[in-house]
Each structure stands twice: as structure tokens, then as C-alpha cells.
């Protein structure tokens, strides 16, 4: 059984920074590729970036130069390290297993406000 567990969402002021984490289990992680997803009232899913089995990374261009993601295979874990959050940032983000995603996390309420 695939399970995905996000925390380290939470209530942010504009300009401020964020990391978020993601704990995968039965899964081969090192194989596998791991996204960051968020969703915003009224508005589909998107992708904010994703990171391959072989570390290539791809951001949405509206975080670009904003948002890090990163993984650790040891301990299976992907990151999005969010700096210079914006109120648009503000959505519920998921972590996603595979590409196009298969497996999602319950979700983490990021909020970009003052």
C-alpha cells in the first residue's frame, strides 16, 4: 500500500518562506518520479514542480526561481522549499507519485496572507 504524508504547511506572511515535506512508504522511491501539486479554490489542480528518479526537475513558471524541490531517497522524502511566498500561493498542496501522478498525500493548507 502506497502511502504519501505531507506536513509543513501553516499560515505565512507575505514574503516569507515555507518547506513543506513528504514522506512516501511501499513504494520504490528511488525509482520513482515525486511532484508537488496545489489547488486553489475554484481552480484545478497544477503542478508546481516535480523531480525524476534521476533528479531532473520542472517547475511551473509561476514559481520559478521562488521554489526548490528536492529529495532524499535515504530517508524517501521530497521537499518544496517555498521562499518569497506570494497570497497566490495560497491552496492546499499535494504530493504526487508518478508521472502523471497515481498516488497522492491527504494534502497540506499553505497560507500566504497578513
Known amino acids: 500500500q502506497v502511502q504519501l504524508v505531507e506536513s509543513g504547511g501553516g499560515l505565512v506572511q507575505p514574503g516569507g518562506s515555507l518547506r513543506l515535506s513528504c514522506l512516501a512508504s511501499g513504494t520504490i522511491f528511488r525509482l520513482s518520479t515525486m511532484g508537488w501539486y496545489r489547488q486553489a479554490p475554484g481552480k484545478q489542480r497544477e503542478l508546481v514542480a516535480d523531480i525524476s528518479s534521476g533528479i531532473t526537475t520542472n517547475y511551473a513558471d509561476s514559481v520559478k526561481g521562488r521554489f526548490t524541490i528536492s529529495r532524499d531517497n535515504a530517508k524517501k522524502t521530497v521537499y518544496l522549499q517555498m521562499n518569497s511566498l506570494k497570497p497566490e500561493d495560497t491552496a492546499v498542496y499535494y504530493c504526487?507519485?508518478?508521472?502523471?501522478?497515481?498516488?497522492w498525500g491527504q494534502g497540506t493548507q499553505v497560507t500566504v496572507s497578513s
Open positions: 504526487g507519485l508518478g508521472r502523471p501522478a497515481a498516488y
